[in-house]
């Protein structure tokens, strides 16, 4: 068995020296957050903030902040977790070991929720007596930021049909009526906006429950990436090895387990949200949201308040990402036929670069070695769930390919063979993540795929004698071989215009960026500042460019990665 409460688990981790007491009062308006960063930064402990000023409940912050603090909490449960996703991927498994398939289906047993009564230690309260918590100095308000937002399909009600999704809360600030509405952002291609759309069309106002705390599995769960049709309620019961307890009041669901839950319905109006400092590493902006009108709002009587903070990775939610990896394995892969491998980029915010390695095998008689199957695979990814959301997709075939997860040596190997004349692929006028700026339109922006493979076509320069470029242009910085950083004042066609006089061999790629030492510095930073600052349609040039049937070409790629007046403003403290 798991654990049953939000407090059992932080009892757990205090008695095995993962967690620290802060007794003295602290101020939920950005001290919080900075201790937070600074403990995280540091590889640190999960706090307990024992006096938050203005609220008479304790907080707790960076549970999840490390991998083996996450493979603590779930030590129980997360090897029969792997087991049955495998079983389900490899069926035929399950007749090589029956004793232990068996023992793995009856521990699924546990993803059926289990109906209970209301319970009695649950007080109703004011929004307004949660800690309100700031973590960024230009934040709209406080948020509630490890919310497990749950949903039903009024075509399709019942808990086995939910959704469990985590989506930032906003409880104060901007034009929300204290107490009796709260901001709900959702972003593009998530389960809640099916729920409401279908809410809409039938004439009804979608019934909502926020849960905050209770088991950590419960929290996990919010940000799982499940197959659409199948409930988070599930798979939180399956890895506590503790099956969900909900109780219905006034028509909504509530988590018994959970220290606090909010239920409202979600207005047909829209209300203004944010800004709020988010993952990418800059604020997402104030934009029009759906908002949740507050029914009622419960606390337990001994109620602890979880929350993180976000901003450029890795941070405490990357943590996630990696225990995710962990226990899905190669199920990706094995949806997927011929990818061997997939990484999302925590460097460059996730969803906006994704590198991948596939295989060649149906065209061995194919002279030129030119990508095939590899881009049947990419096409195949970018319809696959939230890896939708890529805007940059690289891949490379199998053959002498780098391991994934060694990113510099990836890059090498994709600039060694890749054949700019035909290797850049371009998606215009599509989706992309709704906190990334590099678009002017939220929502809405560009994809392109780099698929490389063949024999190798160039050696790549590790030295570098920086050009006579005029004095519109600055620093000219090595990132890695073959990556050449740029800084200026000038355009981006006085610098092709410039750059086209030179012998650039041994060079594959140039980013134009404000501050080429920055980015050189570090191959994160570059990572970072190239794939957050750049819309693929707009952003990407090169040397002797031409389009021929539509399609884009050139001699070597430009990527303009500089802030534009459209971005958002980079985070800082």
Excluded at 406 to 413: G, L, P
Aim: glycine residues 6%; hydrophobic residues 35%; contains cysteine.
């Amino acid at each position: 068995m798991g654990y049953s409460s939000l407090r059992s688990c932080i009892d757990d981790l205090e008695k095995n020296g993962f967690l620290i007491r802060i007794s003295k009062e602290v101020d939920p308006n950005l001290e919080m957050a900075s201790i937070h960063l600074k403990e995280f930064e540091n590889s640190g402990k999960a706090i307990l903030f024992e006096n938050v000023k203005g609220s008479k409940y304790p907080a707790i912050s960076n549970i999840f902040g490390s991998v083996e603090r996450s493979n603590f909490i779930f030590r129980k449960s997360i090897k029969k977790v792997k087991k049955l996703i495998d079983l389900k991927m490899n069926p035929i498994n399950g007749f090589k070991d029956p004793i232990s398939s068996l023992k793995s289906a009856v521990y699924a047993t546990m993803a059926l929720p289990k109906r209970v009564s209301f319970p009695n230690d649950f007080e109703e309260i004011k929004i307004s007596e949660i800690p309100q918590i700031k973590c960024w100095p230009d934040d709209g308000g406080a948020f509630i930021t490890l919310p497990q937002v749950y949903s039903e399909d009024v075509m399709s009600p019942g808990i086995m049909n939910s959704n469990l999704g985590m989506y930032r809360i906003q409880i104060s600030g901007n034009e929300f009526i204290k107490d009796k509405e709260i901001g709900l952002h959702y972003q593009i291609h998530r389960g809640i906006g099916i729920h409401q759309k279908h809410a809409v069309e039938n004439g009804e106002n979608l019934k909502v429950s926020i849960f905050i705390g209770g088991p950590p599995s419960h929290t996990f769960a919010a940000v799982m990436p499940l197959p659409d049709g199948m409930s988070e309620i599930t798979f939180a019961g399956i890895l506590e090895g503790r099956r969900f307890r909900y109780a219905l009041k006034d028509g909504y669901t509530i988590s018994t387990d959970a220290d606090f839950v909010i239920c409202g319905e979600v207005s047909t109006d829209l209300k203004p949200e944010g800004p709020f400092g988010d993952h990418l590493g800059y604020y997402s902006l104030t934009h029009d949201f759906p908002f949740l009108k507050i029914h009622k709002v419960y606390a337990k009587k001994n109620a602890i308040f979880p929350f993180t903070v976000v901003g450029r990775p890795p941070q405490e939610d990357s943590q996630f990402g990696k225990l995710i990896h962990q226990m899905t394995g190669k199920a990706v892969e094995n949806e997927i036929p011929g990818l061997k491998a997939v990484n999302a980029v925590d460097e460059s915010g996730v969803h906006p670069l994704l590198l991948a390695i596939g295989k060649e095998r149906y065209t061995p008689y194919n002279p030129t070695r030119a990508p095939q199957e590899i881009l049947t695979i990419a096409n195949h990814i970018l319809g696959t769930g939230q890896l939708s959301l890529a805007k940059y997709l690289l891949i490379i075939e199998d053959e002498n390919a780098p391991d994934i997860n060694n990113k510099k040596e990836f890059f090498k190997h994709l600039l060694q063979h890749v054949d700019w004349s035909r290797d850049l692929h371009f998606q215009t006028n599509t989706t992309i993540d709704t906190l990334d700026y590099s678009s002017k339109e939220l929502n809405h922006g560009s994809k392109l795929i780099i698929a490389a493979a063949g024999k190798k076509k160039r050696n790549l320069l590790t030295e570098f004698s920086p050009y006579n470029l005029s004095n519109k242009f600055n620093s000219q910085v090595l990132v890695i071989d073959g990556i050449l950083a740029i800084d200026g004042k000038g355009s981006i066609e006085e610098l092709i215009k410039e750059l086209e006089k030179y012998d650039t061999t041994g060079i594959a790629l140039i980013t134009f960026v404000d501050d080429a030492n920055f980015v050189s510095e570090d191959f994160s930073n570059w990572l970072w500042v190239c794939f957050t600052r750049s819309n693929p349609s707009h952003d990407v040039y090169g040397l002797n460019m031409k389009i021929e049937n539509k399609h884009f070409s050139c001699t070597l790629p430009i990527i303009d990665a500089r802030i534009k007046p459209h971005h958002a403003p980079v985070l800082t403290r």
